[in-house]
């Protein structure tokens, strides 16, 4: 089994608690081009922790991976940490933290695939995910300024 550590920094000319109210909200489907998202399970707990939501990420390769991601900590409207169980497993955490106008979006995905093919292949395909993976994210930066009407400086 592939471990893949992912880092990705976006810079959105947006105040924090809109970015936040995109990232936070998991409702991805509505603003990341390629994903499909749904809550499967809503707890009790006013932050959030425990809800999960099922999301399937096409990419620009021909597969797609789906997984569910578990709210396990949760700084409105800073940090955002996930469990990923599925075809792929691990841990995401997005923080973000407001520079001015600025919002600065920094996320760590370190997960494994739990694909067979995908692990068999991973020795020689290895660099085609990275970028397969570096594809999905730009979608995701490119949304969030579309959804907000704001400005991408940099990702």
């Known amino acids: 089994m592939y471990t893949y550590n ?10 924090i608690n809109q970015v936040w109210g995109l990232i936070g909200g998991f409702k991805y489907s509505d603003w990341w081009s ?4 749904e809550p499967i399970y809503q707890g009790t707990r006013q ?4 809800n999960k939501y099922h999301y399937v990420f096409r990419t620009k390769l021909p597969y797609q991976l789906a997984f569910v991601a578990e709210i396990v900590g949760k700084e409105e409207p800073k940090y955002l940490e996930i ?6 497993e691990g841990r995401g955490v997005w ?9 600065h979006v920094h ?5 494994n695939a739990n694909k067979k093919w995908m692990n068999l292949l991973a020795p020689i395909l290895r660099p085609a995910f990275v970028w397969n ?4 994210m730009d979608q ?9 009407g704001v400005k991408l400086l940099s990702y």
Do not use: C, P
């Not at 923080?95 to 919002?103: F, H, N």
């Not at 993976?133 to 999905?136: A, E, G, T, W």
């Not at 995701?140 to 907000?148: P, S």
């Open 95 to 103: 923080t973000l933290s407001q520079e001015g106008s600025l919002t």
């Open 140 to 148: 995701g930066a490119k949304g969030i300024a579309a959804a907000l």
């Open 107 to 111: 996320y760590v995905w370190q997960v």
């Open 6 to 15: 992912f880092e990705t920094n976006w810079k959105f000319e947006s105040d």
């Open 83 to 88: 469990r990923a169980t599925g075809e792929l």
């Open 34 to 37: 390629g994903v499909s998202s």
């Open 47 to 50: 932050d959030g922790i425990g």
């Open 133 to 136: 993976h570096d594809q999905v």
